[in-house]
């Protein structure tokens, strides 16, 4: 059999061991990326089901248009309008199944073997691995707590040829937290329209804000139609509906829209309109703030037990919202060594920070997950990675 080329690159040993670890009910898991089941409005859903095949009867189990459910659409522009000051209209707005399908629709829209993508460093390891099915040559731009540095942006955009698409995750980064500053949101739109160059701002984690408002999405300082926005109803609402949404120009809208079309028709008619109908009956807003109450209390008990536990030398940022924090360890601890010890005998996994990186090297780095874990279990775990911190270092 002749698989096609494009999986060459594809080594599922580097998550491999994490999947099978997490497999292991025994493991205290601070590896994944998953919201809290307990938060999930299950009676709610349950309500707004009701609702929907009441009101839609056989039309919510029918095939709908690619483009999404209109009403959906709609409430999308509102949120991100009022949430994040990005001025969009309902046909502006393409539902797509998770972010993660909107990376791998961007893969086909502008990617070409070869073709060099411009990221964080680090950058989701689902981008990269998105972006690698077709053939992007992966440049990692220099990245510091302010968000990307635009100097060496435009370094790289002005000295390397075919730059076709610029990937930035600017709101509670995965895997480090960082937050980008209203600054550098306003100069990287700048500089990619004034180069003419695609980018998309990836934002599953910008409403998991713990304290004050969003601040401007990069779209909002787009004068070029060259950024494309990203959200989620995966950390705020549901992972399982696999409802998500884009945000772009025409041009390169209708262009993902076919993509969509050819890929997979349409996404799922009922868990739009379940969305549409919680949203009508509840208020959304107030389950993120619930949601939000109880990361940021994770948040602080993970911070906590890391300076009780983790060896002095351990650098550890306190996030301002999303799922993650990150660990900087000092060089010469190779994380993947530690995971292998604490999986095996301690019995608690993290994410090796080196997944993350496009380039090599980087392998003094920890990612933990908060939001997935109690508070007890939270310090539970950290005190295990102390301990094995303590006898690798
Ligand atoms: C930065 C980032 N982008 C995209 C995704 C994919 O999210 P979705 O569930 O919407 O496909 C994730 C998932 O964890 C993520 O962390």
């Known amino acids: 059999m002749k698989f096609a080329?494009?999986?060459?690159?594809?080594?599922?040993s580097d998550v491999g061991d994490i999947l099978k670890a997490l497999s292991d009910p025994e493991i205290l898991s601070l590896a994944g990326g998953l919201p809290a089941p307990e938060l999930f409005p299950v009676e709610e859903v349950k309500t707004a089901t009701a609702l929907v095949l009441d009101r839609e009867g056989d039309k919510a189990l029918q095939y709908s248009s690619a483009q999404g459910d209109p009403r959906l659409r709609e409430?999308?522009?509102?949120?991100?309008?009022?949430?994040?000051?990005?001025?969009?209209?309902?046909?502006?707005?393409?539902?797509?199944n998770g972010s993660q399908?909107?990376?791998?629709?961007?893969g086909k829209v502008f990617l070409e073997e070869g073709s060099v993508v411009l990221c964080e460093s680090p950058t989701y390891l689902g981008a990269l691995g998105a972006f690698r099915t077709y053939g992007a040559e992966f440049v990692e731009v220099e990245t510091d707590s302010d968000g990307?540095?635009?100097?060496?942006?435009?370094?790289?955009?002005?000295?390397?040829?075919?730059?076709?698409?610029?990937?930035?995750?600017?709101?509670?980064?995965?895997?480090?937290?960082?937050?980008w500053s209203v600054e550098r949101r306003k100069a990287f739109a700048e500089v990619v329209g004034r180069y003419g160059v695609a980018a998309i701002e990836d934002n599953p984690y910008g409403e998991l804000r713990f304290e004050g408002p969003c601040p401007p999405s990069i779209k909002s300082f787009d004068r070029d139609g060259v950024v494309i926005s990203l959200g989620s109803f995966s950390k705020i609402f549901s992972p399982g509906m696999r409802v998500a949404w884009m945000i772009a120009a025409p041009e390169i809208l209708s262009k993902f829209g076919d993509m969509k079309q050819n890929a997979i028709l349409c996404s799922s008619t009922l868990h739009q309109a379940q969305i549409v109908a919680y949203n009508e009956m509840f208020d959304l807003d107030a389950h993120v703030e619930r949601i939000c109450k109880v990361y940021k209390k994770r948040m602080s008990v993970l911070i906590d037990s890391v300076r009780e536990f983790f060896p002095k030398e351990a650098v550890v940022v306190p996030p301002a919202g999303g799922l993650f924090a990150w660990v900087e360890l000092p060089e010469g601890v190779n994380a993947r060594d530690v995971f292998k010890v604490a999986v095996e005998e301690h019995k608690v996994a993290f994410v090796p920070g080196g997944a993350f990186f496009a380039e090599p090297g980087h392998e003094n780095y920890m990612r933990l997950n908060f939001s997935n874990v109690p508070e007890d279990r939270l310090k539970e775990g950290i005190r295990r990675l102390g301990a094995v911190l303590s006898q690798s270092m």
């Open 5 to 12: 080329k494009r999986l060459e690159w594809c080594d599922s």
């Open 75 to 96: 409430m999308v522009a509102r949120r991100m309008t009022d949430k994040y000051g990005t001025p969009a209209k309902a046909e502006e707005v393409l539902i797509t």
């Open 101 to 106: 399908q909107a990376l791998d629709m961007a």
């Open 148 to 179: 990307m540095i635009i100097e060496d942006l435009e370094r790289k955009l002005k000295e390397i040829d075919d730059v076709r698409l610029v990937y930035v995750n600017p709101d509670f980064q995965n895997p480090t937290g960082i937050d």
